[in-house]
């Protein structure tokens, strides 16, 4: 009886749910080791080698305007939007659950100007900021990780704001100030890991937010720079050929398609089972 009971209370994952984490763990291996499935670089150029179509000899997804290999240049757009969808997605959470427990700490005129600043950020198109950004300051790779990162904290800020104000109150937390614990103690033994699944169920649902960020910042032309590319930048090199290279559009286009959707289907399952009110509701 007790297994029979242990296996109700942990549900099988979906089939969809699995069919979406091979695919990330297919594009973490192809971001991580796909170059050595071509023998050239994703600079190399010829001239000779032009527009080649998928299935061209040595080039089994077709090349660019300028020769370069397609596959090569995937591998190094996959690479890119790896780390520009965890780092930045990093960024924000660490930056916005640090203010917003902060806030609730503090109270006062700390919490005042950190709600303040939460809706200012909250009120900022991203594309607004991304255009002052790169009119202050020279377009890098490090300067486009910042950019996503504050792209999404103050919803880490308020979420954990609110949940730290809630657990500071609770029982066990008054017991436990009451017994003389410091507030370094009770925070970082009691309040933190109380909170830390809000912070991690926001963070699945920011992550494939952040993919298509980093895509469409990269389309547009104030994302990844040359020499290094992104899948979006690929999309963006491609889009004046829809009709004669479609390949270059298409096959950029459908890994962020299906890279999102998978992210998004295990953050919508992780948060079913982390969230504890969505699982009270059930």
Not at 44 to 49: A, I, K, N, Y
Not at 73 to 83: D, E, F, K, S
Not at 163 to 170: F, G, H, I, R
Request: glycine residues 8%.
């Amino acid at each position: 009886m007790t297994d029979v009971t242990a296996a109700r209370a942990r549900p099988a994952i979906p089939l969809s749910v699995k069919l979406a984490m091979g695919f990330v763990a297919l594009f973490v291996l192809f971001a991580l080791f796909g170059h050595a499935l071509t023998p050239h670089g994703f600079r190399d150029t010829s001239l000779f080698d032009r527009l080649k179509p998928p299935g061209t000899e040595g080039y089994p997804l077709g090349t660019d305007a300028r020769g370069r290999d397609l596959l090569a240049r995937l591998v190094t757009g996959a690479q890119i939007t790896l780390v520009v969808a965890i780092v930045g997605t990093l960024i924000g959470a660490i930056l916005g659950s640090l203010l917003g427990i902060l806030a609730a700490a503090r109270r006062g005129k700390t919490e005042a100007v950190i709600v303040a600043a939460i809706d200012v950020q909250a009120s900022l198109p991203i594309i607004i900021v991304a255009l002052f950004m790169l009119a202050m300051f020279d377009n890098s790779f490090t300067l486009f990780l910042l950019l996503v990162g504050l792209n999404g904290w103050e919803v880490y800020a308020r979420l954990m704001r609110g949940a730290t104000l809630q657990a500071k109150e609770s029982g066990y937390v008054t017991a436990i100030r009451a017994l003389g614990a410091s507030p370094a103690r009770i925070y970082l033994r009691h309040v933190l890991p109380n909170i830390l699944n809000i912070a991690l169920v926001q963070f699945t649902v920011n992550l494939p937010l952040t993919i298509l960020l980093e895509t469409a910042l990269s389309f547009l032309g104030l994302g990844v720079q040359p020499p290094l590319t992104s899948l979006g930048q690929i999309m963006s090199e491609g889009r004046d050929r829809l009709m004669t290279a479609w390949w270059l559009t298409l096959l950029p286009g459908a890994i962020i398609f299906c890279l999102a959707l998978s992210v998004s289907m295990i953050g919508d399952w992780l948060r079913d089972r982390l969230d504890p009110t969505l699982r009270s509701e059930r």
